[in-house]
């Protein structure tokens, strides 16, 4: 059992799960996914935007473990493709065997013909916090800019981040290092109005978090 209190985060990646949790852990909370979460629930993301997927997603496992609950829904959003994939970015390429290759090699395919300059995008993130009870107790969006690369560039990161440049370093995400990715990133930009959020809540004894 963690000596730190425990906020549970709705989501199963622990990618995902490491980057808010490196911010967290900064003022003292612990994070833990669904992956560490025997009785979880899996929530159909069914809603229209990023900001309902979001809400969703925090007042129903919030129910469900009577525990406080993050959650967060993200994704790419294309210019060019009139905010394409959106919401749909992790199923782009279909429902059935989803895989960060095969999303972007449709991005690509999409984009095959359009110049550098009109290749502009977008990361969004959308971030709920819910209480035991399902009322949400905070929320924010939070979006960083850059453009769609030619080609695949870099390691790091997942989903869509080699192909995503921020065009003041010159680098995709998959090429810059993770701490500059954690300072820039839509995840840990929204991560830390969370957390100053969390902050205040603590000191004034509004959060109930267990340890696990």
């Known amino acids: 059992m963690s000596d730190q209190p425990c906020l549970i985060f709705g989501t199963s990646s622990r990618n995902k799960g490491q980057e808010a949790s490196e911010i967290l852990d900064g003022i003292g909370i612990a994070l833990k996914t669904l992956a560490d979460v025997p009785n979880g629930i899996s929530v159909v993301e069914d809603g229209d935007s990023f900001a309902a997927n979001a809400r969703k997603k925090a007042i129903e496992q919030a129910l469900h473990l009577h525990e406080w609950v993050l959650a967060e829904d993200s994704g790419l959003c294309v210019d060019y493709l009139d905010g394409a994939p959106g919401i749909y970015s992790a199923r782009f390429a279909?429902?059935?065997?989803?895989?960060?290759?095969?999303n972007n090699a449709l991005l690509l395919a999409k984009l095959q013909d359009v110049p550098l300059e009109k290749r502009g995008a977008h990361y969004a993130c959308h971030m709920v916090l819910a209480d035991s009870t399902g009322a949400i107790a905070f929320e924010t969006e939070?979006?960083?800019?850059?453009?769609?690369?030619?080609?695949?560039?870099?390691?790091?990161?997942?989903?869509?981040?080699?192909?995503?440049?921020?065009?003041?370093?010159?680098?995709?995400?998959?090429?810059?290092?993770?701490?500059?990715?954690?300072?820039?990133?839509?995840?840990?930009r929204a991560t830390r109005k969370l957390a100053k959020a969390l902050t205040v809540m603590l000191r004034d004894g509004k959060l109930e978090l267990v340890n696990r």
């Open 142 to 188: 939070e979006i960083c800019r850059g453009r769609i690369l030619f080609e695949e560039r870099g390691v790091n990161g997942f989903g869509y981040d080699p192909l995503f440049e921020i065009v003041e370093y010159h680098k995709s995400f998959g090429e810059l290092a993770p701490e500059i990715k954690r300072a820039i990133s839509h995840r840990a």
């Open 94 to 102: 279909g429902e059935e065997n989803r895989s960060d290759a095969r």
